[in-house]
């Protein structure tokens, strides 16, 4: 998928603003909230992608625009993937809990739609490997941040947000915060094997630890993880 159009610096500008919000997003907590941990990312993530749906919607409505859709199996596994979930909704026990998801999780068909559109700008802005690359390189640091910033939070070594009632540094929640620093773990690995060959020195194999090293974080993911499956 991608969008063909002469407005260089409007299309530079969203990616740029895609950047800073890849870079702010674990560190962002709406205290307001009952479930702040759940809730923020949700909302976070619902506006974001609605503010780029209609700089995309100017954009295409430009005569020098053209959008279309590449052919990928990971494209066409995500809309299958919908697909299965709208049809199981629909003839589920309740839509309006499967669409709107409840509180605790946010994490319903509304939410996963505008997941989906994330998805797809990520198609459209990161083309090129030189920009993919480089928005791997954002991710990897803002999550190594948030990552050493966990350790020294109250349930590591107790130096940051002590008498916060949160859990999971900025997170709100552990699992999440879990499932957040594994994606960074297995995306870091990625980054480190796919590096030119005059590149690969020692020390970058050691990238990766640093999303691990307050490995107690990852009880919570297993621990959760086992007890649905049993």
């Known amino acids: 998928m991608f969008l063909s159009t002469k407005k260089g610096t409007f299309l530079k500008a969203l990616e740029w603003g895609m950047y800073i919000f890849v870079a702010i997003f674990p560190f962002l907590l709406y205290p307001g909230y009952v479930f702040n941990g759940s809730t923020t990312r949700s909302v ?67 939410y996963l739609l505008h997941l989906g559109t994330f998805y797809l700008f990520l198609m459209m802005l990161f083309r090129d490997e030189q920009k993919q690359r480089r928005f791997i390189k954002v991710f990897l640091l803002s999550t190594a941040l948030f990552s050493i910033g966990a350790l020294l939070s109250k349930e590591g070594w107790g130096m940051l947000f002590v008498t916060k009632p949160w859990v999971g540094f900025t997170f709100g929640n552990s699992t999440f915060a879990a499932m957040y620093l594994f994606a960074g773990f297995l995306l870091a690995i990625y980054y480190v094997a796919s590096l030119p060959q005059e590149k690969k020195v020692w020390w970058k194999y050691l990238f990766p630890v640093i999303f691990i090293i307050k490995a107690d974080i990852f009880c919570c993911l297993f621990n959760n993880t086992i007890e649905s499956i049993f």
């Not at 100017?58 to 993937?81: C, H, M, N, R």
Request: net charge positive; glycine share 8%; hydrophobic share 60%.
């Open 44 to 110: 976070n993530l619902v506006l974001f992608a609605g503010i780029f749906a209609v700089a995309f919607g100017v954009v295409l409505l430009q005569k020098d625009s053209k959008f279309s859709i590449a052919k990928s199996p990971i494209t066409g596994a995500l809309l299958v993937f919908l697909l299965v979930l709208f049809v199981s909704a629909f003839f589920g026990a309740d839509f309006g809990t499967s669409f709107w998801s409840k509180a605790t999780r946010t994490s319903g068909l509304f």
